[in-house]
């Protein structure tokens, strides 16, 4: 069993930035691919970015590339998405998951999942 938690989210004027984390607990993230998604009010979660546990393969939205990168830390148990030159459209709550299965941008392949984090971008 995988327990997830996220940090990090906040309120910030457009253009700014914030870096959410996800700590695991009852397991390290070895082996496990990572997917960071999003809900904004009122609309379905979709795909933000994601990584190979190997680390060999990152893929994002297109809606969020070149804006934000996503990555780990093995020495704290810990991965990251940073978020730069937000946008009002950015607003959402963000979780992470993990899966054990493969990386993909389907909610439905990730087994684990945080309790999500706010993030509100203003304009």
């Known amino acids: 069993q995988v327990h997830l938690v996220e940090s990090g989210g906040g309120s910030v004027q457009a253009g700014g930035s914030l870096r959410l984390s996800c700590t695991a607990s009852g397991h390290t993230f070895n082996n496990y691919h990572i997917g960071w998604f999003r809900q904004p009010p009122g609309k379905d979660r979709t795909f933000v970015a994601g990584?190979?546990?190997?680390?060999?393969?990152?893929i994002y939205a297109d809606s969020v590339k070149g804006r934000f990168t996503a990555s780990r830390d093995d020495s704290s148990n810990t991965v990251y998405l940073q978020m730069k030159s937000l946008k009002p459209e950015d607003t959402a709550v963000y979780y992470c998951?993990?899966?054990?299965?493969?990386?993909?941008?389907?909610?439905?392949?990730?087994?684990?999942w945080g309790q999500g984090t706010q993030v509100t971008v203003s304009s």
């Open positions: 990584f190979s546990w190997s680390g060999d393969w990152t």
């Open positions: 998951a993990a899966s054990d299965r493969r990386i993909s941008t389907s909610g439905h392949e990730y087994t684990y």
